[in-house]
Each structure stands twice: as structure tokens, then as C-alpha cells.
């Protein structure tokens, strides 16, 4: 395949793919974390813990807090808006439409790994304009180094989103990880990879973290003044960090090559698949052969035309139809799910009520990740399944969302026995039956508002780790002390079962 194809293939998908929803979320969320990278002056905020110290708003700084800090989060984030482009292929019979070309199977992946990295890398561009702008804006250093502000982005941020776009392919081209279980396999993937990619010992320079901590403590030492600690995210200090002039990394050729050599890794992890990929040949689909007929098929007697008659159309009847209602939705709700899923939900509940009371909060932590695939169904299995138009029939969209709503509350309830039966014993019933109803009702507002699963795959995985490891701001089941009331948890349940009651009902108003 010539370069020139693969180049417009590459650029075609990616004007495709930033059109999407996703895309301006993600985009936006970058943005938000440049200007964090650069808190105003006088503020207990930090993106940099260098022993109370940071460094002044030039352009070498925050190149590279912004350059790491995206790194990170695009790195985690980036990797939903881009894991569905052979799918979305499949779906649109674009794929089959190139099957039937020349095009070689190791063409067509490094395509979408081009694609890939083009959407992660614009999001990068905006993320090295805004600490531009911010630098600009917050006025401790008004001269402008291009070099010192994008080499960063260009040795930090672009080889990690090459593992990201790459590792995107893999799992589409992968039977079990393409589906919801590969999102939730990714977050945790990721989650890891950045603990150990800070470290100094991280295979290839890591995320390059500790390249700049040296640099950071090297500048303090020159000045007589030593950190005994360093972090790199959003952090408050009990008094403003004091800014010393830094003049930036000193890359080795040593971390160039590492660079390097992480890219070419991510390129050489793209072709693999092409090993078991068909890339929508049928001919590398088995498809069972159709029986001879015994015998000649029967003619068939011409169609009789009968005359249609009309019946006057009567008032829908309100009557159990609520009942039924509900019962569809939860046999929607679980339907496929299976057996060792379940033998799943009777261990966690056998072991939240055999656990003291003391440790029914974890065990209600525990319990409730295990659903996150069967809760992401809820706003979305009516288009995924072709039904939208049928559903709409009935006649109220109200009955509707109240009855995915309670399909997801008993299902959460039902994780959650276990623990439910130690908190009720002490009191602590309110907070588990807040976070029961607040969790269906965040899949169901992300689920109508995305009309895709994977919105909340990434999403709740991501808060429940926040909780996980003692946010208490973010707890929503009432694990941490000190976390929100469950009347505030509540209200927010509340609040996302209107915004997905309004997103239903305009959207059926638009038909």
C-alpha cells in the first residue's frame, strides 16, 4: 500500500471521528486540565508538589506540567473516544466496502493507528495552546520559547498517546476485549501503568516524571533548598507554593532513543493482529453451507387482495401495563448476562452479610463495581437493539425512565444485599440506599444523553476508584467518613433522572 493511500485513509477516519460527541468532551476535559496546570498566583493549588516550590509560569515549566499532566489523562481518557473506529466500520459496512479492495490487512490497522494518534495528538496541540495562553494570561514570564513549550509534548506526551492509539486497535481486533469487559480492562490497565510509569525505573522513561523531578531537584539544590517530596496532580497546599525560575529538562540522547524505541514498539504492536484479524472477509468466516431441497419448491398460488377495513382507534388503557413495564426492562436489564456472573453476585452477597459490621463498607465497595457492564445497558440497549421506534409507542416517557430506573435500583439492591443487612444493624441504611438509587440513575442520564454504553463504563469505573482509595468528596455510597449526606446523594439521583427524563422526551418531540 502506498504512503500517500494509507495518509488519506488515516485522515479521512480521523475528520470523521472528531465530529463525535466524545471527542468535544474529552477535548474540553484537556483544556480544563491545562488550566489547572497553571493555578493563579497566590493559590494553595498545585499540579506540582515540590516541597511547597513550583516553578514560574515560562514557557519550559508549563510545557512540560501540561505535556505530563496530559499525558496522563489522555492516556486514560483519549482511549474511549478512539477504541470504536473498526467497529464503527463494521457497523457502517465501510469495512466490507474495503475488504473487497487491495487493501492488505497491515495497511488497513496501521491506518486506524495513524487515525488514532491523530485524534490524540490534536488534543495535545490544544493542550500546548492553552499553557501558550496561560502563560500569556497569568504574566510572570512573557517570553515566549517554542521550543522550550512544545518539546515536551513532542518527547513526553506523543510517545505515551503512540501506546494509547495503538493498544486501541488491539483491543478492537481482539474478540473479548472488544467488548464492555475491555473498557473496564483498560481503566484498570492504565490505573497501573501509571504508578509504575512515574517510578525511575519504568521501562522506556515511563511517562518521563521522574526525568523532570531530577531537574526540579537539581534547581532547588542550586539554591540551598531541599525537597523531600515530589507529585506530580492536582493537590492543595496549606500555604501558596513559592515559584523559582527553572529553565527546564535537560533531555539525554539516551531518553530521545527510549522515545523512540516506544513508538516503534506500539507500531510493531499494531501489525500483530493482522495474525487473527479478518478485517470483515467472509471469506475468513465459516458459514455453515444451506441444504439441498428434497424436493422442487412448491409454486406458490397468487396473492388474494382483501379489502382493509378500519377500526376506530381506542385510548390506551393504563390498567398493570406499569407492572409489566418495569418486569420487561429488568428481563432487558439481565438478559445474556451469565452464569458465573451470577455465581459472582451470591458470593459478594453471601460474604457482605458473613463479614462483621465493620467492614461492610468495603464490602459494599466490592460489590458495587462488579455490575458496572449490566448497569452501562440502562439508556442505551433500545438503540443498540434497533427498538427505539417501538418503545416510543408507549405512552408515556416517564413510565419509561421511571421503569429503567427501578430495573437497575433492584438490580444494584440486589449486589448489595449483603452489606445492606451489616448497615441497616448499625444505622447506615440511608447511605446504602442513596447509593443504590444514585448509581442506575448516573447510567441511565450518561446512557440517554451518549446513547452508548461506554460513556459510563468509563465514567463510574473512574469514580469508584476515586472512592476506592478515600476521596471522600466523591463518595456516593457512604464507604468514607466525612463524605456527602445521603439526602445531598439523593437529590443528585435525583437530578440525573430529570435530565433523563428531558433528554427522552425531546428527543421523542424531535421525530
Not at 527510549?258 to 493482522?274: D, G, M, Q, T
Request: overall charge positive; some cysteine; hydrophobic content about 55%.
Amino acid at each position: 500500500m502506498r504512503p500517500g493511500m494509507l495518509g488519506a485513509l488515516a485522515v479521512a477516519d480521523f475528520r470523521e471521528r472528531v465530529r463525535r460527541p466524545g471527542y468535544l468532551v474529552v477535548l474540553l476535559a484537556a483544556v480544563g486540565l491545562g488550566y489547572l496546570a497553571a493555578p493563579a498566583t497566590g493559590t494553595n493549588w498545585t499540579i506540582v508538589n515540590s516541597g511547597a516550590y513550583r516553578g514560574v509560569y515560562n514557557s519550559a515549566y508549563l510545557g512540560t506540567v501540561t505535556a505530563l499532566a496530559g499525558a496522563l489523562w489522555l492516556s486514560v481518557g483519549g482511549f474511549y473516544v478512539i477504541r470504536t473506529a473498526i467497529a464503527h466500520d463494521e457497523r457502517t459496512g465501510v469495512g466490507q466496502l474495503l475488504a473487497a479492495t487491495p487493501l492488505r490487512t497491515c495497511g488497513y490497522l496501521l491506518g486506524k493507528f495513524l487515525s488514532n494518534l491523530l485524534v490524540l495528538g490534536s488534543m495535545a496541540v490544544t493542550l500546548a495552546g492553552t499553557a501558550l495562553v496561560l502563560q500569556l494570561a497569568r504574566g510572570e514570564s512573557r517570553a515566549v520559547d517554542p521550543v522550550a513549550l512544545l518539546l515536551p509534548f513532542a518527547l513526553f506526551t506523543l510517545p505515551v498517546l503512540a501506546l494509547t492509539g495503538a493498544a486501541a486497535v488491539v483491543f478492537e481486533t481482539t474478540p473479548v476485549l472488544r467488548t464492555g469487559v475491555g473498557n473496564l480492562v483498560w481503566f484498570f490497565l492504565s490505573m497501573a501503568s501509571i504508578v509504575v510509569g512515574q517510578s525511575a525505573d519504568a521501562p522506556l522513561g515511563g511517562f518521563g516524571v521522574h526525568l523532570f523531578a531530577d531537574s526540579m531537584r537539581d534547581e532547588l539544590a542550586a539554591r540551598g533548598l531541599t525537597v523531600t517530596e515530589f507529585a506530580l496532580g492536582l493537590m492543595y497546599l496549606d500555604s501558596p507554593p513559592r515559584a523559582i525560575p527553572w529553565t527546564g529538562v535537560d533531555f539525554t540522547a539516551g531518553f530521545v532513543g527510549e522515545r523512540f524505541v516506544l513508538v516503534l514498539v506500539a507500531a510493531v504492536a499494531v501489525i500483530l493482529p493482522a495474525v487473527w484479524f479478518g478485517r470483515f472477509d467472509p471469506a475468513r468466516a465459516v458459514v455453515p453451507a444451506a441444504p439441498a431441497p428434497a424436493t422442487a419448491a412448491p409454486v406458490e398460488p397468487p396473492a388474494t387482495a382483501y379489502p382493509v377495513v378500519s377500526s376506530p382507534r381506542t385510548a390506551p388503557r393504563r390498567g398493570r401495563s406499569f407492572g409489566r413495564l418495569l418486569a420487561g426492562e429488568l428481563r432487558i436489564l439481565v438478559r445474556g448476562v451469565s452464569w458465573w456472573w451470577w455465581l459472582g453476585v451470591a458470593v459478594l452477597v453471601v460474604a457482605g452479610a458473613a463479614l462483621p459490621a465493620s467492614a461492610s463498607r468495603a464490602a459494599l465497595v466490592a460489590a458495587w463495581v462488579w455490575p458496572v457492564l449490566v448497569w452501562s445497558r440502562l439508556g442505551t440497549h433500545a438503540r443498540e437493539h434497533g427498538v427505539e421506534a417501538l418503545l416510543g409507542a408507549y405512552p408515556s416517557p416517564a413510565s419509561r425512565v421511571l421503569a429503567q430506573w427501578l430495573a437497575g435500583f433492584l438490580l444494584t439492591a440486589l449486589v448489595g444485599l449483603g452489606p445492606a443487612v451489616r448497615m441497616a444493624a448499625v444505622g447506615d441504611l440511608g447511605d446504602w440506599l442513596a447509593g443504590a438509587a444514585f448509581i442506575p440513575a448516573l447510567a441511565l442520564a450518561l446512557g440517554v444523553l451518549a446513547r452508548t454504553h461506554r460513556l459510563f463504563q468509563a465514567t463510574y469505573p473512574a469514580l469508584w476508584y476515586a472512592v476506592a482509595n478515600g476521596v471522600a468528596g466523591l463518595d456516593y455510597m457512604g464507604a468514607l467518613a466525612g463524605g456527602p449526606a445521603p439526602v445531598g446523594v439523593g437529590a443528585v439521583a435525583a437530578l440525573l433522572l430529570v435530565v433523563a427524563l428531558a433528554a427522552t422526551a425531546t428527543r421523542e418531540a424531535r421525530r
